[in-house]
Each structure stands twice: as C-alpha cells, then as structure tokens.
C-alpha cells in the first residue's frame, strides 16, 4: 500500500481543513488507518484512527469534538477534518495503514506528510 497525503497548508486560528489519504492497492479497505502529527522539537503523535469498515473511531484527547476521521473505501481515501483549529495543531499530519487503528497499533505504509500551520 502506497499513501499519499494531502490538504496541508496555512489557517487561521478557528479555521478548517480537511486532510486526504489516497491509497493505492486493492487492500486499502482491509486496513486500520491512522493519522499522526509531529510538531518541530516534538515527538511523534497519535491524532486518531479508523477501523477498517469506517464504522469506529478513536481520537486523542486534545482533538476530540473538533477533528473527524472518514474514509471511503471505494475511493481508497481516508480523510481528518479539522475544526476550530488552534496554533498549537501546527505540525506535520501523517497517514498511516495498519494492522488496526488504535495509538499502539503496528502501522507498516506510511504517508509522506503534509504541512499544517495554523497562525494565531
């Protein structure tokens, strides 16, 4: 499974974006799917995740009611929208593809990354 990332750029503080992960292969639909972010000086962090069907969901704590993960298996994409944005969401947004979709799940594809800056 190759990842591509997608949908980064510059927002204001209170602002939206809507991330994309277009998959290549035909086992997309059979992967767990997560997204990470990693902030300059910062360690590597779990975002949230989806189950295969699309039908569960998991976020961390510091997102939750505010960012929403998708996917459309047809389409082989996954999608993170993100609401009221804060300055503090600035970082790198990866896409990965697992075994399941929880923060400690083996993730083997990796997306190359999409910049998100939020400015205050």
């Known amino acids: 499974v190759q990842l591509q990332a997608s949908g980064g750029g510059l927002v204001q503080a209170g602002g939206s974006l809507r991330l994309s992960c277009a998959a290549s292969?035909?086992?997309?639909?059979?992967?767990?799917m997560g997204w990470f972010r990693q902030a300059p000086g910062q360690e590597r962090e779990f975002v949230g995740g989806?189950?295969?069907?699309?039908?569960?969901?998991v976020y961390v704590d510091s997102v939750k009611g505010r960012f929403t993960i998708s996917r459309d298996n047809a389409k082989n994409t996954v999608y993170l929208q993100m609401n009221s944005l804060k300055p503090e969401d600035t970082a790198v947004y990866y896409c990965?593809?697992?075994?399941?979709?929880?923060?400690?799940?083996?993730?083997?594809?990796w997306g190359q990354g999409t910049q998100v800056t939020v400015s205050s």
């Open positions: 990965a593809a697992g075994v399941a979709y929880y923060s400690d799940s083996r993730y083997d594809y």
């Open positions: 292969g035909r086992t997309f639909s059979s992967y767990g």
């Open positions: 989806i189950s295969w069907s699309g039908g569960r969901t």
